[in-house]
């Protein structure tokens, strides 16, 4: 199976949000709302894409916005308010969030 390609975004500034999560073993539901979660943050006004990979437990998710206003936004989304309790509840023993600004990016494209 071939790997996604990775994101591409303007050039800088703009913020990167960065998410690093621990599951727990029994994630039941959890691959359902992630995929509703793909859906919505596509339709997120300042959205620019995102790159994830993930392990059986261990998962790094970077989402990249126009700015850290749009990031906060999508914080508030009612749907992933409800995601985020629930992963709170049932699906992380550990997270964390970082939010940065992109002040310089290059790679091989």
Not at 4 to 22: D, H, I, K
Not at 103 to 108: D, H, K, L, Q, V
């Amino acid at each position: 199976m071939d790997a996604p390609p990775l994101t591409r975004t303007p050039a800088p500034p703009y913020t990167a949000v960065v998410f690093t999560s621990l599951r727990q073993e029994d994630d039941r539901g959890y691959a359902t709302m992630l995929a509703r979660m793909v859906e919505l943050v596509v339709q997120q006004p300042g959205y620019l894409g995102h790159d994830a990979v993930r392990d059986e437990r261990r998962g790094i998710n970077v989402s990249y916005w126009v700015d850290a206003e749009a990031a906060a936004a999508w914080k508030q989304v009612t749907e992933h308010v409800v995601a985020q309790q629930r992963g709170r509840e049932a699906w992380y023993d550990d997270y964390t969030v970082r939010v940065a600004t992109v002040e310089r990016a290059y790679g091989m494209a």
